[in-house]
């Protein structure tokens, strides 16, 4: 049974730092994106940041270029995402998710939710002075 957990939420203030942490574990396809989204009250769960299994390659969502990062740590299962420079409107429960792909150069709908399979519970994020 797949397994993911998100950690590091909290409130910060704007211009400030989180990272937050997604453990995923149960699982046992080769090939597989991990991604975060988030969803904000009365707003659509949206994508943040994927990061692809094979090869470590990143995407992003405009609204997370240049201030968030994603990485990983293969030996624990974890990927992290780094959020610098917060502002209010990222404010959001933050959400991470993991899917099988079918090879390992997929580079397709890696931003749409619907494809992901198992998802963490959530961490919440508020960015307010």
């Known amino acids: 049974q797949v397994q993911v957990v998100e950690s590091g939420g909290g409130l910060v203030q704007p211009g400030g730092s989180l990272r937050l942490s997604c453990a995923a574990s149960?699982?046992?396809?080769?090939?597989?994106?991990i991604a975060w989204f988030r969803q904000a009250p009365g707003k659509e769960r949206e994508v943040v940041s994927c990061?692809?299994?094979?090869?470590?390659?990143?995407y992003y969502a405009d609204s997370a270029k240049g201030r968030f990062t994603i990485s990983r740590d293969n030996g624990k299962n974890t990927v992290y995402l780094q959020m610098n420079s917060l502002k209010p409107e990222d404010t959001a429960d933050y959400y991470c998710?993991?899917?099988?792909?079918?090879?390992?150069?997929?580079?397709?709908?890696?931003?749409?939710?619907?494809?992901?399979?198992?998802w963490g519970r959530g961490t919440q994020v508020t960015v307010s002075s």
């Open positions: 998710a993991i899917r099988r792909i079918p090879s390992p150069m997929w580079d397709r709908r890696w931003y749409a939710a619907s494809t992901y399979e198992s």
């Open positions: 149960g699982f046992t396809f080769d090939y597989y994106y």
């Open positions: 990061i692809r299994s094979s090869d470590g390659t990143t």
